[in-house]
DNA sequence: GTAACTGCAAAATATTTGCATCCTT
DNA sequence: AAGGATGCAAATATTTTGCAGTTAC
């Protein structure tokens, strides 16, 4: 069985063409993508409104995650490392080229941890570096 | 002179009402704020157009900086270590609260370094983390 | 066959732009 | 007085919701 349909499956999500094509992208994408960028990539052949509600569908179970960004957009990414639902492990630092605009996940690099003030107490934590990439330097 | 005006003018901006207030509700409120919550504490006194314009004019001038969102909002909050336009110092540590739902900047929380694969280089660095604060444990 | 998924329409929300008027300096 | 800032109107973009028809299992 190819990947795609695997994991869908493995998430109990019933196998349809646009959850298949769009996970596909983020597999030969290796950027993140934004809402955006699918619509582009796909050709619009699937509704906005399903696009939305795929991508937050794959949120839910655990398939992608969402990256901070500080304009006010939401860029997604593959989970990497076997995030169960309700079980994340998006704890990489992501990595924002100014060059070229991609979104990398770097997913060897942790995210350290930071002394919190007192009566803080951390559950998860996001790290995001701007500046140029291995590819554009 | 009062606080607010006085940023303003070292800003090189003109002191204008909207621009008055709406500094004055940065350093009233001890959290980030979002553009909806700019407007609700105003109530509605300024058009939404100046907001935007007024947020976006102070990011510009260094006065507040943007915070990274995994939902597509963006949040502002004051630059506290004497930024400078275009030398900010946007180095702490954010803190979002699931309980009260206040973002909070932890000053004194140092984004840390990190090691970055071969070949990127670092121009930026935002880190958000997310829990209860000190008010909610 | 049934529950889940999709597409369409429409509503609600958010953001941007142009321009005339008003205010700060 | 002049340039910048604001408000209004309107265009544009983004996201959400309801519902009927379709598809996966």
Do not use: W
Not at 49 to 59: A, D, G, I, S
Not at 119 to 133: D, H, L, P
């Amino acid at each position: 069985m190819r990947k795609e349909p695997e994991i869908l499956k493995q998430s109990g999500l019933s196998i349809t063409e646009s959850r298949t094509k769009i996970l596909e992208l983020f597999y030969k994408n290796d950027g993140a993508l934004a809402h955006a960028d699918i619509e582009k990539k796909t050709a619009a052949a699937f509704d906005r409104v399903t696009v939305y509600r795929t991508l937050q569908t794959f949120v839910e179970k655990g398939i992608i995650h969402q990256i901070p960004t500080t304009d006010n957009s939401v860029l997604y990414a593959l989970c990497k490392h076997n995030c169960a639902q309700g079980h994340h492990h998006d704890d990489h630092v992501h990595f924002i080229c100014n060059n070229c605009e991609k979104t990398i996940c770097l997913d060897d690099v942790t995210v350290p941890e930071v002394k919190l003030p007192k009566g803080f107490k951390k559950k998860q934590s996001a790290m995001v570096v701007t500046g140029v990439c291995g590819d554009c330097k």
